[in-house]
């Protein structure tokens, strides 16, 4: 794989180079006017200290013109629990002048070997366009529920992070020191982690916890009465997750086609899987 591929004297497609950031931020603040700067720089400080997979990407691809970035992609590329190599393709912008570009923009992300590629905020402008570059849909709306409600199951206790080991482990431990709620619920031998964004109640008006994290939607219908009283106490009384279709059992709405995800590759996430992804970097 070669880190730079030439589209057209001056105009170039490159990888993202730690001395770029500045201009990425610039970039991106442009293209997205509802995302603050402290937003951007806080994701991008935190791929830049990640450990990230040799030979892939560390931030993504700059469309440049005469050595000027006019356009990015964001890239964050990551094995999944299966050892599945992953990458989100997040944050695409290019500069008006240039759009004819944009679709050539992820062209290197395509070419990647054994690379499974998810979008989990397309634009609704670039459905067309990542259509025909082979994504598909691979989520069927978004479920909010009250899980709360639920009713309690005895022999369980929710615990933090410690004194679990292995994969799990490793996944909470990472995904906490970046601002999310990570615990596990022992039940028995079994323990379970789970994993949750929080968002912004001043934003939202409401406290909504993004289910981030878990083996299986069925572990968190199990456990939603204990999980969900706990996310009541810290102020976040609605989870929403992706489904395919409404989950019996949870007291909430099914929200048919709403934030779809697209998927382009041999390893479709899991629904209950948005590990590494821009919603843990950068926040939902």
Not at 47 to 63: D, I
Not at 93 to 99: F, K
Not at 240 to 247: G, K, L, N, P, V
Request: a positive charge; proline letters at 7%.
């Amino acid at each position: 794989m070669t880190s730079e591929q030439t589209v057209s004297s001056p105009i170039r497609i490159r990888e993202i180079e730690p001395t770029d950031l500045d201009a990425v931020v610039e970039l991106l603040l442009s293209g997205f006017n509802d995302r603050s700067e402290q937003y951007w720089r806080q994701g991008l400080d935190r791929l830049a200290n990640r450990a990230a997979l040799p030979a892939y990407p560390r931030f993504g691809y700059a469309l440049t013109v005469a050595d000027r970035i006019v356009g990015v992609v964001l890239l964050i590329v990551s094995r999944d629990d299966k050892g599945n190599i992953r990458a989100n393709v997040s944050s695409w912008y290019v500069e008006p002048d240039y759009r004819f570009y944009s679709a050539m923009l992820i062209k290197p992300a395509l070419r990647l070997p054994d690379v499974t590629l998810v979008n989990i905020s397309p634009a609704p402008h670039t459905l067309p366009t990542i259509t025909a570059q082979g994504f598909r849909p691979y989520t069927g709306g978004i479920m909010a529920c009250v899980p709360a409600l639920g009713l309690p199951r005895w022999g369980t206790k929710l615990r933090s992070i410690a004194p679990a080991s292995g994969t799990d482990a490793t996944i909470l431990e990472t995904h906490a020191a970046m601002g999310c709620l990570s615990f596990r619920v022992d039940e028995g031998e079994e323990s379970t982690p789970f994993i949750f964004a929080l968002r912004d109640r001043k934003r939202h008006g409401i406290g909504v916890a993004q289910l981030i994290y878990c083996h299986n939607l069925t572990s968190f219908k199990r456990h939603a009465g204990m999980i969900g009283r706990r996310l009541l106490r810290l102020g976040f009384p609605i989870v929403i997750f992706d489904a395919e279709r409404y989950q019996p059992g949870l007291i909430g709405h099914f929200f048919r086609g709403r934030k779809p995800k697209y998927v382009r590759g041999p390893a479709c996430p899991r629904l209950g899987d948005l590990s590494e992804t821009e919603l843990v970097y950068f926040g939902p």
